[in-house]
């Protein structure tokens, strides 16, 4: 569980505290006046710290759930919120540089990949012994366990998790990130209900390589690889090949390439030879086999790719009917309408508590809307996804959808992004308890001063351009009722919660 390729032990439950509601209305405000739209940009990845410290200051670490070659995961608490987290422990001692560079590099991908389907990282803690990597919970099973259990799959199960996979590999893929090492083990459930969301893992071999270059190391296991990585020479296709050997083994319970040695199956991979024999195979669909044989094609010009992968009719016509059942919400929509009116340190902040502060169970409605909305699957929202969701209801299918989309698209990328999404469309009166409210501002002061200054603001915004001073300032006065200069806690928590006429 967590972020690494683990082994998983027995451990006991563990269920996060409801968090008390507020009943205060949410501040309404106006824009920041003379604020260029890209003066500022908010993106997810400026809210992944790394800090020094102990990580018992932060978190009530509970039972180890897995191990890997330098590390343990263990189950954990976050103390503010009460919200549980996986941790990954990474002993300082006797650790190589080469090591401590992949894991940073692991951690600067994570950090690229905001998308339903892909773990979600949401700080780095080191202190003298241990570098800590914080991440969200999964509390479900690999999906090698549940191949164990079921198989084999019904082609709708199949097709289920091929398109979650698929959707993921698409936004890492368009950022030119290979994960080198797809299989079952490193696909879990975040939950154990049965339409449990399903999470890419241990990034820990990815890599991130141009799109006309291709790479030259040799990872990743044995049953999974790829011809052309045995040959050292791939690129991100190699994905591809993996998902074919998932399906493959979803469908009929055993891998296409097998043998009793890496070497056997390492010449059965060459050969890219494999049969659909068997009774299991009887009642398996053409189209089925198709996308296999598509998907362990062995001239990579000729394989197809995540995006061709998710539009296959085979994925499509067994995922889009239950996708399409599923009602977008009008209220939901109206608030991706009235974001608009938000300024730019309520933007910050409602983004900032979307990413860490909020439960997977009080966004599973959200999380469900933004896959139906995202019918090219890549883990945003464009204009046409857009306009398709809001004329399901004629009251709103002559709104402005790209001044929605603007006002929405805080990083000025052009998309909805995941986490703009549910900042824009949490039900705010209930997700703004006043304990959230105050971990976020810890996050601001950074240096526990009990007051945010000009300065860290500008360090939480991740501020990289050199934009006048002035801008920061007029952002913190919007805020800063007093006139001392900078923010305390209540003039912070009368931003967000008080309506403004």
Known sequence: MGCINSTPQNATEFKPTDNPDVSAEVSIT???????????????????????????????????????????????????????????????????????????????????????????????????????????????????????????????????????????????????????????????????????????????????????????????????????????????????????????????????????????????????????????????????????????????????????????????ERVQGLVADRLIDENVLLNLVQFRTRNKLQQATMAFIASHFVSNQEIEGLRKMFVTLDANGDGKLNLDELRRGFAKYPNLSKMNIQEILENCDVDNNGFIDYNEFLAATLNWQKTLSHERLEAAFKAFDSDQSGSITVKEIKSFLGDESELEEGIWEQILKEADTNGDGVLDLEEFKNVMLKKID
Request: charge should be neutral.
């Open 30 to 316: 106006s824009p920041s006046k003379n604020l260029p739209r890209d003066s500022i940009l908010i993106n997810r990845k400026q809210f992944i710290f790394s800090r020094l410290g102990q990580i018992t200051d932060y978190y009530i670490i509970h039972d180890e759930i897995g191990s890997g070659a330098f590390s343990t995961v263990k189950r954990a608490t976050h103390k503010e919120t009460n919200l549980p987290r996986a941790i990954k422990i990474i002993s300082k001692s006797g650790i190589a540089d080469e090591v401590r560079e992949k894991l940073n590099e692991e951690v600067e991908i994570l950090k690229e990949l905001d998308h339903p389907n892909i773990i979600k990282i949401y700080e780095i803690i080191e202190d003298d012994s241990s570098l800590n990597i914080v991440t969200e919970l999964c509390e479900g099973q690999e999906l090698f366990n549940k191949i164990v259990e079921c198989k084999p799959f019904s082609e709708t199960q199949a097709a289920i998790i091929m398109y979650q996979i698929l959707s993921g590999l698409i936004m890492a893929h368009q950022r030119g990130i290979v994960h080198r090492d797809l299989k079952p083990e490193n696909l879990l459930f975040l939950n154990n209900s049965k339409d449990s969301p399903l999470k890419i893992i241990d990034f820990g071999l990815s890599q991130k390589i141009k799109a006309e270059n291709k790479s030259v190391n040799f990872v990743g296991t044995a049953y999974y690889i790829a011809p052309e990585v045995l040959e050292s020479n791939y690129n991100t296709k190699c994905d591809l090949w993996s998902c074919g050997v998932i399906l493959y083994l979803m469908l009929c319970g055993h891998p296409p390439f097998n043998g009793t040695s890496e070497e056997q199956i390492f010449k059965k991979i060459s050969r890219g030879v494999f049969p659909f024999k068997g009774n299991e195979w009887a009642v398996v669909s053409r189209e089925a086999k198709n996308l296999i044989k598509k998907m362990l094609t062995k001239d990579i010009s000729k394989r197809c790719s995540a995006e061709e992968a998710f539009q296959d009719p085979w994925v499509q």
